[in-house]
């Protein structure tokens, strides 16, 4: 388990995720008693690590906190809580309302945007951020403005807004919004610590919109496309595993440039307008 500063550390767990992250950091809130934030261990040797790292940290877990309902934030949650009920310490899981409605074991505590919560002596604000998820929490650090991320960004790869769950809009103003919480470090769900908070959010925001205009752009040429006739053009020499989340990211963007009238649905392919 490593630290990152007083109340804060963390474990890298094995999960289900996205390429090229294949970790999930479980967050530890707290100095004796901890929460555990997104548990993501989706095997049994790597739930018995996670078990093991809390152990020998000498700290007890009493609430396992999700930022949202994906599979890589949450598969390890249940095989966590019940390693300590079995103790006689059962953990209570926080979450957003929008969170619990789409995961399948029931949620302790709903957390409501702008809710503190006190975390083994630790203080943390919760900031409703959706987005890339309906239910999407960042919790930020009362006394040192650290502001746990989830997946608002990334520390390796990016993050994939589906057109399923996610809103690139929306997604847009979380980020804004945490910008001007002038966090002092992001903690993401996936990589290292972002310590230049302020420049990773603009960062982010900047892509974005040059993101939405090189799509437009390819769609301007094309005439007329599907967001899977994009792929090559918006992303060149990409991984075929990812390939389906590409789709899935220019489908988003192509939605809120329909939004703002820059291009048209047309016979199940977009066009610019």
Avoid: K
């Amino acid at each position: 388990m490593e630290s990152f500063a007083p109340g804060i550390r963390v474990v890298a767990v094995r999960s289900p995720t996205l390429p090229p992250a294949t970790h999930t950091n479980a967050w530890i809130l707290g100095d004796d008693e901890v929460a555990v934030v997104d548990p993501a261990a989706d095997a049994p040797d790597e739930q018995a690590r996670l078990v093991a790292a809390l152990d020998a940290a000498g700290v007890r877990p009493r609430w396992i906190v999700l930022t949202h309902h994906h599979c890589d934030h949450l598969a390890g949650a249940v095989a966590l809580q019940q390693a300590w009920t079995a103790r006689g310490q059962p953990l209570q899981v926080c979450a957003h309302a929008e969170t619990a409605a789409r995961i399948p074991f029931p949620v302790d505590r709903l957390v409501e945007d702008g809710a503190t919560l006190d975390f083994g002596g630790r203080r943390f604000t919760a900031h409703f951020t959706p987005g890339h998820a309906p239910g999407h929490l960042a919790y930020q650090c009362v006394a040192s403005g650290v502001v746990i991320a989830g997946d608002l960004v990334a520390g390796v790869g990016t993050i994939a807004i589906s057109p399923l769950d996610g809103h690139l809009g929306t997604y847009l103003a979380s980020l804004e919004r945490l910008r001007q919480l002038r966090p002092t470090a992001l903690l993401p769900a996936h990589g290292p610590a972002l310590v230049h908070a302020e420049t990773v959010l603009t960062t982010y925001l900047a892509h974005r919109h040059q993101r939405s205009e090189q799509i437009r752009v390819a769609l301007g040429r094309a005439g007329r496309a599907d967001a899977a006739a994009l792929v090559p053009a918006v992303y060149p020499g990409l991984d075929p595993r990812v390939s389906w989340a590409a789709v899935g990211q220019i489908e988003s963007h192509l939605r809120w440039l329909a939004e703002h009238g820059v291009v048209r649905a047309s016979h199940g392919e977009w066009e610019t307008t």
